[in-house]
Structure formats: structure tokens, C-alpha cells
């Protein structure tokens, strides 16, 4: 690894990312996402650094997915990818450093494969080697040419286990059906429908879906995040009094099961409960 990309990942280590690579931008050039982040990049944009930010804080079995039981990781994996920008221009001012997290026009799961930091799951998911699939993913594009070796793509053990699991159908041979997924449904606005309704009172679940990554053998061993936001003042469920309590948005802004609102949780947990009345129509 040449000096200049090593001083990078440096920088970036010493902002509390550990997991990171590089990719040639180039080979992403053509799969960008058509998102208003397209206007951010950076004119020349050369290489992108690519970070994975493990969440996983250990079984605590709730109503919420993992990953919405902490703060929403946009803030805090945003907050870390700035901080790196900002020390990044400071080592190498002539040059432009945009971070970016899931709203992004980068092809995260495919530029960090590139960048080696895992394998591909059968639901579409990207696996680390420690962390396994609880990990979000983050980059910062740079028109700073850096070092960047293709890896090759890999695939998971192709166990099958998570298509077997799955609840309402949306992995299959030719990959996730979005619109079928339980975490697509828990969130989706409007009336459900019945199949639907019995999907989210078979599971437990009124915010997103764990199951086809619960029954991974790639996440067996998943170590537990050494990023103290994802650890502390978790949330994996949520009661009746708490959604209906006047002050639940106010408390919970910061939370990403709450982007959409606090009716389609009410709705959910209504489901749950047998309360058909908490349906939105």
C-alpha cells in the first residue's frame, strides 16, 4: 500500500473506523444511484474510502429490528464520516473528501466488496468476517487518487437457510423480493392487507425484520460493536403507552424507527394486540 492511502486509512482508524478500504471510483461510475447526492461528488471524483460501522450490541430480542434500537445510524455513522472529511482535508487540503451514508449515489454493498471489507449474502446483504451482516456502510468519495486493488466478489456458505426463513417469501433464487420483505411492509404507509396483517403478527415485529440474518451462520460468531453510540440507551421494543405518550416524537427524534412517524408504529401494534381500530384506513 502506497504512503498516501495508507496516511488515509490512518485518518480514518483514528476517528473510530476500523473497518475500511478503497475502491477505484471508476469502476462505480456507471452503477451510480440516479439520487440528488449525485450533485455532491466531487468533480474528478477519483477514489472512494469505504467503512463499515458494526452495530451489533449483543441478543435483545424486542418488537424493533437491531439496528433500530440504538440512535439512527445515520446521525451517528454521518457524525464519524464528517469528522474523518474534515481531518482529511486538513492533511491534504488541495483535494475534496463528501461523506455519505445509505442516501447515497455510491452502490455501497457493491464499492465496499470492491474494497474487500466482505462477501455478498443471499440477501443481498454485505457479510464482514467479524461482524457479519449487522453492519451499516459508509464512504467518503475524494478525487485523491488512491490505491485501490479489485477484490474479487465472494459469496456466503449458500446454506439456503435464509430463504427457508423467511416468512413472507422475498428471498428466492433470483434474490429479495423488496416488496414482499416484512421490513419493507412494517414500514409501508396506508392500510395493509390481511396477508400482510398476519406477516407482522406471526413475527412480533412492528419495525423491520431480523430473521433471515438471525439464522446466518456468517453471524454465529458476530463480535459485538466497539462503537459505544450503538451500545447505549437501546430501545428493542416499544409498548402501547410509550407511542401514545404526547412527548413520544419530541423523545424519540433521534431514532430511525420513527422517520416515517409514529402512526405506522400505532398501526403495527395494533395488529399485534388485535385492535383492528389502529389500522390506518
Not at 468476517?129 to 464512504?139: D, L, P
Not at 456468517?218 to 463480535?223: F, G, K, L, P, V
Not at 430501545?235 to 430511525?256: G, V, W, Y
Amino acid at each position: 500500500m502506497d504512503a498516501v492511502t495508507a496516511a488515509v486509512l490512518d485518518i480514518l482508524k483514528g476517528c473510530g473506523i476500523g473497518l475500511c478500504g478503497t475502491a477505484d471510483f471508476a469502476l462505480l461510475q456507471a452503477h451510480l444511484r440516479p439520487c440528488a447526492g449525485r450533485r455532491m461528488l466531487p468533480e474528478d471524483a477519483r477514489s472512494a474510502v469505504m467503512a463499515l460501522f458494526p452495530y451489533y450490541a449483543g441478543e435483545a430480542g424486542g418488537n424493533l429490528s437491531k439496528y433500530a434500537a440504538a440512535r439512527d445510524y445515520h446521525l451517528t455513522v454521518m457524525e464519524m464520516l464528517r469528522e474523518a472529511a474534515a481531518r482529511l482535508k486538513e492533511t491534504f487540503p488541495q483535494n475534496a473528501f463528501v461523506p455519505f451514508c445509505d442516501d447515497s449515489p455510491i452502490p455501497e454493498v457493491g464499492a465496499a466488496l470492491l474494497a474487500g471489507l466482505g462477501l455478498r449474502g443471499r440477501n443481498g446483504l454485505l457479510i464482514s468476517e467479524a461482524f457479519g451482516s449487522y453492519v451499516f456502510i459508509g464512504e467518503v468519495i475524494t478525487d485523491l487518487a488512491l490505491e485501490a486493488k479489485p477484490a474479487a466478489e465472494r459469496g456466503c456458505l449458500g446454506c439456503g437457510e435464509c430463504e427457508k426463513c423467511c416468512p413472507s417469501g422475498a428471498l428466492r433464487g433470483e434474490g429479495l423480493l423488496r416488496r414482499r420483505c416484512l421490513s419493507d411492509v412494517t414500514q409501508r404507509r396506508g392500510e395493509l392487507t390481511q396477508r400482510e396483517q398476519t406477516l407482522i403478527r406471526g413475527t412480533g415485529r412492528i419495525w423491520g425484520c431480523d430473521i433471515c440474518q438471525d439464522v446466518c451462520p456468517h453471524n454465529r460468531t458476530a463480535q459485538e460493536t466497539p462503537i459505544a453510540a450503538f451500545r447505549r440507551d437501546l430501545k428493542p421494543s416499544l409498548c402501547r403507552a410509550e407511542i401514545d405518550d404526547t412527548d413520544f416524537e419530541e423523545k424519540n427524534a433521534d431514532r430511525a424507527f420513527l422517520w416515517k412517524g409514529k402512526t405506522i408504529l400505532r398501526r403495527n401494534l395494533g395488529i399485534l394486540e388485535g385492535h383492528p381500530e389502529d389500522t390506518i384506513r
